[in-house]
């Protein structure tokens, strides 16, 4: 029998708009991606009583509630007080907790405010799921509905805060409550160049032979920049049944769109540029213009990629195009501007692989060119070449897209090259 | 007194992530704007049960409840049926509503498939919000709770259809409802330099006055590198006396804080360091080592920004920081280097003000200095300052951290010089 554990999200933001509940949709996607059922999910204001009384409901129908937000150190963070009040339990401080945040102000040189205390707070009975970015930590409280022993799992609304608990603490101990000993396995494959409705032509008949039992669910997730994901989930007795599912039906599934594979799983198309770089001794140089430095941004982000990102030239201005990266007069944004600025800033940086992008990220047009145009030059050993794309979406989309369209060009020519 | 209209949107697809439920967002902003209070909104699947279940325990607490998708032509749009459950009411078929919509797909040259009739399915003493763009016409659908009468209003979850029936038809009837005028308005402060709890801390006996009747609400809002947020909600009969109530209070907040107030509603630190500079007819040229091009992108997502900006040079490898930037041989994150960053990038692209960034991303240390080490550069007409920061979070968050702060010391140069 499969778990159901319902969600609620604290903070009347939420409730006036002034922030959209992404939280809650994310959670649902890794508890459905584990088997485990969420069937009601609630938005509250920073209320005590209506907080505990959402608590109260939702937990007559649910094995499990997750609650997000409301774990922050002031006057309206509440949830902690709403819990104990469900659980009919005290509210004390866990001096282990104290210390913990005194140490991360200390290491700010500053000294932990009072109203930090109350993160420390912690509901007798509940166990503590330790923080290890944010100050606030998770909990983990048994509560008995009517002689059932349901648990309220609390994290903080700080998406990247609340999925690192989710993934460490939470979703395992549901696992364990859940009892099936049913292994649950996803494989994601990373895709560029098609849309959803492409994609989902594409795999047609693949989808129509993944309706029977035993086999994976097959599921799609735009996911902008990090590309469009096709994610198989298996399950079975083991986790070597799951992998064997899954690898017979990613061989079917790229069979039939192997061409706009870039990655599996965690991989992303920065990663897989740099590995790539990485293991032919190849260093990178890029010059950016319509993505204003959103390229660099990206690669660095990713620890170690000093080993083969040297650095790059913004060159926003067209006299710092001409000036700096040896750009002729004309056009800026086009087949020639694009090539010698690639090769401006591989000499410029001395890197063995020279990356431009140029386009026209709008509102407006630009040299009589559209907004969404953008051209892609990558020169290096073996490769001197520059692409031509028509990039759909607002401002902020057209440059995200940007990146990992020019990131997958030199991806194609260092796998030709 | 003021109504209460909860809401509930409606979808399995929102439950599992494949769609973020923005709509709740706008319709609870709505909503407050004529003063209606929306304090719980709730997500369910596509379950006749589920949906009627959710419904009438929305009703035992709110006057009004807006239903949102489930209004569709297909097999699993079962908004209607639930709404017909908890009204004990027939549906009936509402020939106008067929001939409307087989109107509309004769337009296109088509039939109207039999599914659409299901569209025309109206419970009996609902009366019809009638349909301007799609095919589905919204519902309004007196309700009797425990001799109360209470209302559901459902309407499509297409967006567009959405927020045109609530504007046309549901404000106005839960407004003549009410019976009452209430309006509200929200201002913001946005803030940088101060934690959550430092600011409550700061804020502690404006927050005690602003306990009593006819004050706005005061909430914090962490919004990562746009500042922490502090947000006034004033409530009034009319929207000058709102304007009046957060005027006051606005000074009373900014006396305490406004060392730390950077910004007000919709200004970001970079727009409000861009207009600064057009103000004064200054360019911008930016140095960028630990952030990785993150500050141009961020600057170049504003249109307009080249009016300002005239790019930047991201010096990852060391070399290339002595090279371009003419950085002397030694250590790369220290207060020299962040000072020579910002004095090259200045001469190096011709800019009136350089900015400079080098600091430790993390997870490794650098240089002996720990990952959180910041040195921003700012050299222009009148100033030439280096400034030391420490700041939290794991590489992604320090480096985001560093754009605002970064910025933020322009802003205060800028001010100052």
């Not at 007795?237 to 064997?244: V, W």
């Not at 594979?261 to 790539?276: A, K, N, Q, R, W």
């Not at 990266?325 to 086009?334: D, F, I, K, Q």
């Amino acid at each position: 029998m499969s778990l159901r554990c319902d969600v609620l999200a604290v903070g009347t933001e939420l409730l006036l708009g002034q922030i959209i509940d992404s939280n809650s949709a994310w959670i649902g996607g890794e508890l459905a991606a584990h088997g485990v059922d969420s069937l009601v999910q609630v938005k509250v204001g920073d209320n005590v009583g209506r907080i505990a009384a959402q608590l109260q409901r939702l937990l007559t129908d649910a094995d499990a509630v997750i609650v997000t937000g409301g774990l922050g150190p002031t006057h309206d963070d509440l949830t902690r007080e709403a819990i104990a009040e469900v659980m009919g339990a005290e509210l004390v401080e866990d001096p282990a907790i104290v210390e913990v945040i005194s140490a991360m102000f200390a290491e700010r040189n500053r000294a932990m405010p009072d109203n930090n205390r109350r993160q420390a707070l912690v509901p007798v009975g509940a166990a503590v799921i330790s923080q290890t970015r944010g100050t606030a930590p998770g909990l983990i409280c048994p509560v008995l509905i009517d002689g059932t022993e349901k648990v309220v799992y609390a994290v903080p609304g700080v998406p990247h805060e609340m999925r690192d608990m989710i993934a460490r603490a939470i979703i395992p101990d549901l696992r364990r409550r859940s009892g099936s000993d049913a292994v649950i396995v996803s494989r994601v494959l990373r895709t560029w160049g098609a849309s959803e409705s492409g994609l989902n032509e594409r795999l047609d008949h693949v989808i129509t032979e993944l309706d029977g039992p035993g086999t994976p669910t097959l599921a799609f997730l735009a996911s902008g920049w990090n590309g469009l994901k096709v994610r198989l989930t298996a399950k079975a007795a083991t986790s070597d049944d799951c992998c064997a599912q899954l690898d017979h039906w990613e061989a079917r599934v790229r069979a039939e769109i192997d061409d706009i594979v870039f990655g599996t799983d965690d991989e992303t198309m920065e990663s897989i540029v740099l590995d790539m770089c990485r293991a032919r001794g190849l260093s990178l140089a890029v010059a950016e213009s319509v993505t204003g430095g959103l390229v660099g941004a990206r690669l660095t982000d990713i620890p170690g990629s000093s080993a083969v990102f040297r650095g790059s030239i913004v060159s926003y201005a067209t006299d710092v195009k001409q000036d700096l990266l040896g750009v002729s007069a004309g056009p800026v944004v086009g087949e020639s501007a694009a090539r010698e600025m690639a090769h401006g800033v591989r000499e410029r940086l001395g890197a063995d692989v020279g990356l431009s992008l140029t386009g026209v990220a709008g509102p407006d047009e630009q040299d009589g060119q559209p907004a969404g145009t953008l051209y892609v030059g990558v020169v290096g050993p073996g490769f001197d070449v520059v692409h031509h794309a028509r990039l759909p979406g607002h401002r902020e989309q057209m440059r995200q897209f940007s990146v990992i369209t020019a990131l997958g060009f030199v991806r194609r020519a260092l796998l030709a090259g």
